[in-house]
């Protein structure tokens, strides 16, 4: 087989067969081919797509090229959860522990932020002592005795993937559907789980920008999911508004805990008591309105608060000793009216540029910068009251400024959009 032919194939818009695609794949991995060869057959597949066969092959060929996670000792229902990553995303904080308290076990494989998104393994290691790398047997132990563990991606898992997307960043080559749909998929595929919820961001803060392109991309992974015989559900939420109240690593734990003693952000609580409960109806098969009254209830009682302190516990953290130690700078409003706008993109690139994102993957980070909006969409806010709160140990030119202009007042109130926009299964 010659690489120019199967370059040329998929330029020429043709259908390529699984074994061209696994000889791509595998050659690249051993660096059989260079990053211009392989640069050049991604570029082919931007331009020109794949089938959703093609897709499958390539999704097959990453899983294949790294390990598969084996949970068959699990004797509980299991399923995972994954967010594409948007801006003040703490949703797995809240709903691992949630769904772990109903008998569900939740094991994640959490990425760290690269860019403006954050990451989960990012906002956990803010806790002193959180263990972000059990071994397989730990890993499996947690699952059986507290149901749910959140550990950083093997780097065994997917290897095809991990060179390619890296790959894919550098040349600018990620917002392909049959690129990302791939990527995601043989990532969780391989992790073991047989129903996937994937909540799949979309809006400026997201790198999904439009509703089309969104399902799209959702009704490829739930496809690509019946090869398996996987259970994959894809929820598109509104993320053209941060989640929450806190974007920063601690920030988003301190709003975790907080959403835990009943004081969180009506968004993020709509969210939360969404996933959750398609995360249980699904795995435990009971009906969604069954599942949302056992969520509220589990959230209600404490049993999830007190699931969520068992486990950060059992993985080494001291939720009490946060790396959260910055300075503050309170940002008062300029003027009144009604917040019908705030930018996440903005602010991700102020949290960004207040330390707490990475260009390179070994980059160090602040865990402890971030901002906490005092105000909410669609409220009312008067000039002088505090708009919000930068946290901060490295200033950035302007900040208030960058703070004051993620927030769009006007004197007529919009209406908000909704965060649930739909769910494809
Ligand atoms: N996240 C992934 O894991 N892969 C992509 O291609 C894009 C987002």
Request: net charge positive; charged share 30%; proline share 1%.
């Amino acid at each position: 087989m010659k690489t120019s032919d199967i370059i040329l194939k998929k330029q020429n818009n043709e259908k390529l067969e699984y074994k061209e695609i696994e000889y791509m794949v595998n050659s690249y991995v051993k660096d059989k081919i260079s990053d211009k060869t392989m640069s050049d057959f991604i570029w082919a597949i931007y331009n020109n797509g794949l089938s959703i066969e093609e897709t499958y092959y390539l999704t097959d060929v990453m899983i294949k090229s790294g390990e598969v996670i084996d949970l068959s000792e699990i004797k509980k229902p299991i399923v995972d959860k994954h967010s594409t990553g948007g801006v003040g995303d703490k949703i797995t904080l809240i709903v691992s522990p949630i769904v772990a308290a109903s008998g569900v076990c939740v094991p994640k494989m959490s990425g760290r932020g690269l860019g403006l998104t954050g990451g989960t393994v990012d906002k956990l290691e803010s806790i002193t002592g959180y263990k972000l790398n059990l071994t397989k047997k730990q890993f499996i132990e947690s699952l059986k005795t507290v149901g749910c563990a959140v550990i950083s991606q093997s780097e065994k898992i997917a290897v095809a993937d991990k060179k390619i997307y890296a790959l894919r960043n550098e040349i600018g080559a990620v917002d392909s559907i049959p690129l990302i749909a791939s990527s995601i998929m043989s990532k969780k595929i391989a992790s073991g789980s047989d129903v996937i919820i994937i909540d799949l961001k979309v809006g400026q803060g997201a790198f999904m920008k439009n509703i089309k392109d969104a399902t799209s991309l959702a009704k490829t992974m739930v496809k690509i999911g019946k090869y398996y015989n996987k259970k994959v559900i894809c929820t598109l939420s509104d993320m053209n508004i941060p989640l929450g109240s806190n974007i920063g690593n601690a920030l988003e734990v301190k709003e975790a805990i907080d959403f835990f003693d009943n004081k969180y952000d009506k968004r993020l609580y709509e969210l939360s008591v969404y996933i959750s409960s398609l995360m249980i109806s699904s795995a435990k098969k009971i009906s969604m309105s069954n599942a949302k009254n056992l969520v509220i209830n589990l959230i209600e009682s404490g049993h999830a608060k007190n699931k969520f302190y068992e486990w950060i516990k059992n993985q080494g953290g001291n939720i009490k000793n946060l790396k959260d130690k910055a300075k503050k700078y309170i940002v008062i409003s300029e003027k009144s009216g009604y917040i019908n706008k705030i930018d996440s993109l903005k602010l991700s690139e102020l949290v960004f540029n207040l330390g707490s994102g990475r260009v390179k993957k070994t980059d160090k980070i602040d865990y402890a910068c971030g901002v906490v909006l005092n105000k909410k969409i669609g409220q009312k806010v008067l000039k002088g009251e505090i708009l919000g709160v930068i946290y901060y140990n490295k200033k950035v030119e302007n900040m208030d400024k960058e703070f004051i202009d993620a927030f769009t007042i006007e004197k007529k109130k919009k209406k908000v959009k909704k965060i649930i926009i739909k769910t494809i299964k």
